[in-house]
């Protein structure tokens, strides 16, 4: 049986955030058995705590936003997908804002966060949620479809017409080894012609080449070179496993994503969340 796993010790991390724009550190702490993932905000009074499950979402435009109480914290999917990729189950991310650092737009720097930290087994048994049967959300072009399946695989598809990337694949197993080679050095991206919306609504006042690759007029502005020929749908299957992590368990499923975003991921884990009795077994 999986044991449930925490950090072995306390480690940081600081820099931009994506939407505020505003300076952030962030640590990751270890906690005991049965906690799940907990954020604290230590720069309100009396540090008000969200955990980080999918009742607790409140907002999905641009990003994933938990909030209960006075705590309150945007854009939680790429701490969330290292942490779940590394078997995490247990774990208190303080922050001193409302968003953690974008770092350079991909989960690697989490990624390496929790290496350093490195992982303690616990003795209790980790949760994990395997639906025994199939699943479909579907909004717009987006479709999501969940088959059982006895690991955790992602296959995903997008498609951006007037770029010359059109349609970009990808599939493949998510485990520990595979996350940190595949998936979480991709970067976030934005086609051009959202900025102004996005800017509009006093998001991404953070966001510059350092963090994000910006799709315009058939062209890709990138500061560097792509990381991957398909960096953008890896992208996309990196959220897709942060998003995942707020059913409060491990997964074992196949999920098939056309056009993913995080609408439609939020709501696939509310319905394998409610569907975790009795269709599924959570162990
Ligand atoms: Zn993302």
Redesign the pocket.
């Known amino acids: 049986m999986e044991k449930q796993k925490t950090l072995l010790k306390k480690v940081g991390i600081g820099g931009i955030s994506l939407h505020t724009g505003r300076r952030a550190h962030l640590a990751l702490c270890p906690a005991p058995e049965d906690s799940g993932i907990v954020f604290a905000r230590k720069d309100l009074p009396g540090s008000p705590r969200v955990r980080a499950l999918v009742e607790n979402v409140v907002d999905v435009r641009r990003?994933t936003t938990i909030a209960s109480g006075e705590g309150k914290v945007h854009?939680v999917?790429?701490v969330l997908a290292a942490l779940s990729a590394a078997g995490v189950s247990n774990a208190l991310v303080e922050m001193d804002g409302p968003e953690p650092p974008i770092a350079d737009?991909s989960?690697k720097p989490y990624a390496e966060l929790v290496e350093e930290a490195g992982i303690l087994v616990q003795s209790a048994d980790a949760k994990i949620s395997a639906p025994q049967q199939s699943m479909i959300v579907e909004e717009g072009d987006t479709k999501l479809v969940l088959f059982p399946c006895d690991e955790f695989r992602i296959t995903c598809i997008i498609s951006y017409g007037a770029t010359p990337l059109d349609a970009q694949f990808f599939s493949g197993a998510i485990s520990a080894d595979s996350f940190k080679s595949e998936i979480a050095p991709a970067r976030?991206f934005c086609l051009y012609n959202e900025l102004e919306a996005l800017i509009k609504h006093g998001l991404v006042k953070g966001g510059s080449l350092d963090n994000a690759i910006v799709m315009h007029d058939g062209a890709i502005i990138s500061k560097d070179e792509m990381r991957f020929t398909n960096e953008l749908v890896r992208?996309k299957v990196?959220?897709i496993v942060?998003d995942m992590f707020l059913i409060g368990a491990g997964l074992r499923a196949h999920i098939v994503a056309v056009k993913p975003g995080h609408p439609a991921n939020i709501a696939l884990a509310r319905k394998i969340k409610e569907a975790s009795s009795p269709l599924a077994k959570v162990v």
Request: proline letters at 0%.
């Open positions: 990003g854009t999917e790429h737009g989960a976030t992208h990196l959220d942060g």
